[in-house]
């Protein structure tokens, strides 16, 4: 158990629609990072969150936007879906440059399926 | 424009002997250099990292080297085991003034260990 949750786990939606993806970094972890695992592309970078603040972005669609809150939880939002979107999406965390190799602790991830 | 190449799919061997799996890098600056475990509906397990001012690590069963002037570094897995067996990812980082950055993955080498 990495200390990284996610939720939903799994999420079966519509083309068109719109979802909501949560992450729950480890206690104390500053950064959170989302990631898009599709068969094709592999593990691809998202966006960083750090302390509140947009770090570095990734290939990240304009229909997808994310954002962390105060306690440090972060949401990844999804819209206007395309069957194209199905994917893993996993969130990862990190601490504030405390050992420095920037390990990430990843959650089991969401698998989201659009039909 | 792939900057982490893992450029065997998958890989085999017998229980006992030794693991190699491969990764290559394009991006001279990248400052650290992880590998990371995958198993089925799992999320990435961190398993040792190396920094590029260091040529090897090593940790239990698992060495990691660096070789900067072929830009190539490579996983050991000394003896081998079929708990082994998982997906091994090879990741890159340049960390931003010590408050993470983004990992940019390999597509993952499949590693069958058989008893």
């Known amino acids: 158990d990495s200390g990284v949750t996610q939720t939903p786990k799994h999420l079966i939606t519509a083309t068109g629609q719109r979802v909501t993806l949560r992450c729950s970094p480890r206690s104390g972890d500053l950064s959170v990072y989302w990631y898009q695992q599709s068969l094709d592309q592999g593990l691809q970078f998202l966006i960083q969150?750090?302390?509140?603040?947009?770090?570095a972005k990734g290939n990240i669609l304009e229909r997808f936007s994310a954002q962390q809150f105060p306690d440090l939880h972060s949401e990844l939002n999804l819209s206007s879906l395309e069957l194209g979107d199905s994917a893993l999406y996993f969130c990862?965390?990190?601490?504030?440059?405390?050992?420095?190799?920037?390990?990430?602790?990843f959650g089991p991830g969401t698998r989201l399926t659009v039909l | 424009d792939q900057q982490v190449k893992q450029n065997s799919p998958s890989l085999s061997v017998q229980e006992g002997r030794i693991s190699i799996l491969n990764c290559d890098y394009t991006?001279?600056?990248?400052?650290?250099f992880l590998w990371y475990k995958k198993y089925p509906a799992e999320g990435p397990t961190f398993l040792i990292s190396?920094?590029?001012?260091?040529d090897k690590n090593e940790d239990g069963r698992f060495t990691v080297f660096l070789n900067k002037s072929a830009k190539h570094l490579s996983l050991h897995i000394v003896p081998s085991q079929p708990g082994d067996s998982a997906v091994y990812f090879c990741?890159?980082?340049?960390?931003?003034?010590?408050?993470?950055?983004?990992?940019?993955f390999g597509q993952g080498t499949e590693l069958s260990v058989k008893p």
């Open positions: 991006n001279s600056m990248f400052d650290y």
């Open positions: 969150y750090y302390n509140g603040e947009e770090r």
């Open positions: 990862a965390s990190s601490g504030a440059g405390t050992s420095g190799n920037n390990e990430q602790f």
């Open positions: 990741a890159a980082s340049d960390v931003i003034y010590n408050q993470g950055g983004k990992l940019i």
């Open positions: 190396i920094s590029s001012i260091k």
